[in-house]
């Protein structure tokens, strides 16, 4: 029978992209290099990313602070909407807004989005096959993160919403054989200068 080992899902939201998001942003290059340098005495055995430029651009800065790690594209990594919740689940003070909010997503992204949210949860969370822990980063989306983390707590599926993530942030999530996910960091950006914290993230809850 084969064995279980912990595996520790590193999470990182992309660096601050461009308008149009075609690109990053000189701030969100230097994001994503910082964040390499934080992560270069990590046992990462693979770096991730989605299939948007934004995200791609920061795993390979990324990759570039680190030695020979491996970089793959996801599509389980893209930028959709998780979960599509039903009135009746939501806050009933803040269910129209919240309902108007992923009405305004392009069909694509919430038509696809929950197949591709129940692929993202089989593919990078629980313990793993073996002997040995994997360290492993997934440079997504904002919603994705939130997604993850709402799982790892047990919240209801809803919760996604409402949990931000600042641009080039790291989050990390332990799985144990039979133990709960536990959330070792989340929107840490201790890597980063003041200059470049909270981008990405709305005003009114930066501190």
Not at 3 to 27: C, I, M, V
Not at 34 to 46: A, D, K, N, Q, Y
Not at 48 to 74: F, K, M, N, W, Y
Not at 125 to 136: K, L, N, Q, Y
Request: net charge neutral; hydrophobic share 40%; proline share 9%.
């Amino acid at each position: 029978m084969t064995g279980k080992a912990p595996r520790y899902l590193y999470l990182a939201r992309h660096g601050e992209a461009s308008p149009d998001e075609t690109e990053l942003t000189e701030q969100g290059r230097r994001q994503a290099v910082l964040l390499g340098e934080r992560l270069r005495h990590s046992p990462l055995s693979t770096v991730r990313h989605g299939p948007l430029p934004r995200a791609e651009q920061t795993a390979r800065l990324i990759c570039d602070q680190l030695d020979d790690v491996p970089l793959r594209a996801s599509e389980l990594a893209g930028d959709y909407i998780p979960y599509l919740p039903q009135r009746g689940e939501l806050p009933s003070e803040s269910a129209d807004a919240m309902l108007r909010r992923l009405a305004q997503f392009p069909a694509e992204e919430r038509e696809r989005g929950p197949d591709l949210a129940r692929g993202a949860l089989a593919r990078f969370t629980g313990p793993v096959d073996g002997a040995e822990p994997r360290h492993e980063l997934v440079v997504t989306h904002n919603f994705l993160i939130g997604w993850l983390v709402r799982d790892a707590l047990d919240a209801p599926k809803w919760r996604w919403m409402g949990l931000h993530h600042a641009n080039a942030a790291l989050t990390v999530i332990h799985y144990a054989p039979g133990r709960p996910a536990s959330v070792l960091f989340y929107n840490d950006l201790g890597h980063l200068p003041a200059e470049l914290r909270w981008t990405g993230f709305p005003p009114g809850l930066r501190i």
